[in-house]
């Protein structure tokens, strides 16, 4: 049976934390079957050794009561950490199959994670809690300019991420498959880990691992005890943290473009050179196209896609066949888009033909099969069985 770990980050939360825990194992926990539902409490305490709450009494009370419950204490560091320290535990002491993010103030009513357990149990690799897909909400009690800074910080993020399918990208209620997902994350690494934008980098990173991304509806309450914690100085870093990611996303396919001009430079003194020492054209322009080829890979390999470099030597072998085969299908596309477009708007447009197969089908084409059959960053569950055939 898999195991399901829920991480509940506490600070000061001794007004919630008693109901929580009697509402998840006596009411919802016990719902939900198939899979054996813990929680780990997360609880910081105050850094400067200031008085405690007592959050982690209470905690430690029911744990006695239930064996699924446990719970770590700290030093606040953040919430980042917190949930960095949590997932760790969960993974490595609890060997969890998902860990699921939740809030213990009840913002995250507890009544939805059944669904978000279903979404796991139904394949999802990573579940996120959505107040901006049907059925999600935030409260209805919310200011005006409260809704608006959510909506558009979350659209913005969307933008920044180019993720147009993901509808709330700083929810704090999700659950993540560890195997392949989580497990490959470097949580130690993620970006503002003592404030809430670590969130939008977990987010971004765990849905890159995922094959199967779910959003399942989530109806964010109002927050029924004290203060949030979140501020504008928390709205100004999590933006930083878009930002970032968002050009890094950008950066391979800069730099994809960078090794395409090298290529092309070398392609040229390869035509250049070879006919010079007698070869005729056609013969000198497909040795230029094979060094350039030779380039391409190399400088792929070890730049753009320097995350999934491919190093043993029978792996560069087969990649390379594969690779000068989907370069064999590019020259394919250019040849047909040239042909097509200059049989409709006459030979004369060529050259702009040329443009247009490069620009809108080649580049895109070899991006394509890059990140799909050659480094495998792209991950397509109607593609899988291909991609694993191809090593
Ligand atoms: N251990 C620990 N350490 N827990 C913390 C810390 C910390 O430094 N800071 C906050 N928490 C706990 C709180 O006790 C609560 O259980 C949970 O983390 C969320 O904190 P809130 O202060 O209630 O956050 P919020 O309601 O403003 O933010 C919610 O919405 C954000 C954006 O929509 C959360 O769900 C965020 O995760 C979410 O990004
Ligand atoms: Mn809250």
Do not use: C
């Not at 809704?147 to 209620?173: C, E, Q, W, Y």
């Not at 990173?205 to 995922?210: E, L, R, T």
């Not at 473009?257 to 430079?265: F, N, P, Q």
Request: charged share 25%.
């Amino acid at each position: 049976m898999d195991k399901v770990v829920i991480v509940m980050p506490t600070y000061k939360e001794k007004d919630n934390i008693e109901r929580m825990i009697t509402e998840l194992f006596e009411k919802e926990f016990p719902k939900i079957r198939n899979v054996s539902m813990h929680l780990l409490v997360v609880n910081d305490l105050p850094s400067d050794g200031g008085p405690d709450d007592g959050t982690g009494d209470i905690v430690k009370k029911y744990a006695k009561k239930f064996d699924n419950l446990h719970i770590i204490e700290d030093k606040k560091q953040g919430l980042g950490w917190a949930y960095v320290r949590g997932m760790k535990y969960a993974m490595e002491r609890l060997h969890a199959d998902a860990v699921m993010e939740m809030d213990a103030d009840f913002q995250h009513p507890p009544r939805f994670v059944a669904p978000m357990v279903a979404a796991y149990l139904d394949g999802a690799d990573y579940a996120i809690g959505s107040r901006y897909i049907k059925g999600g909400s935030v409260p209805k009690e919310w200011a005006m300019h409260r809704k608006a800074v959510s909506f558009f910080g979350n659209l913005f993020i969307r933008i920044a991420l180019v993720k147009p399918k993901i509808h709330d990208l700083t929810t704090g209620f999700r659950l993540t498959r560890v195997k392949g997902v989580l497990d490959k994350i470097k949580l130690n690494e993620l970006m503002e880990l003592s404030r809430f934008a670590y969130k939008v980098d977990l987010l971004y990173q765990s849905i890159k691992n995922s094959k199967k991304v779910v959003e399942v509806p989530l109806e964010f309450a109002p927050r029924t005890e004290e203060v949030s914690k979140f501020s504008m100085q928390e709205m100004v870093s999590t933006f930083k943290v878009a930002i970032i990611l968002g050009i890094k996303d950008k950066q391979r396919f800069i730099k994809y473009g960078a090794v395409g001009l090298i290529g092309y430079a070398i392609n040229a003194v390869g035509l250049e050179v070879f006919y010079r020492l007698g070869f005729s054209t056609g013969v000198a322009a497909a040795i230029g196209a094979e060094f350039a080829i030779v380039s391409n890979f190399i400088l792929n390999n070890f730049w753009t896609f320097k995350e999934e470099k491919i190093t043993s030597l029978a792996k560069v072998v087969s990649k390379f066949v594969q690779f000068n085969l989907s370069s064999v299908g590019a020259v394919v596309i250019q040849a047909i888009v040239v042909a097509v477009g200059t049989g409709i708007f006459g030979v004369g447009t060529r050259q702009i033909m040329l443009i247009i197969a490069v620009g809108f089908f080649v580049i895109p084409y070899n991006y394509a099969m890059y990140n799909l059959f050659i480094w495998k960053t792209w991950k397509v569950p109607a593609l899988e069985k291909i991609q694993k055939l191809l090593g």
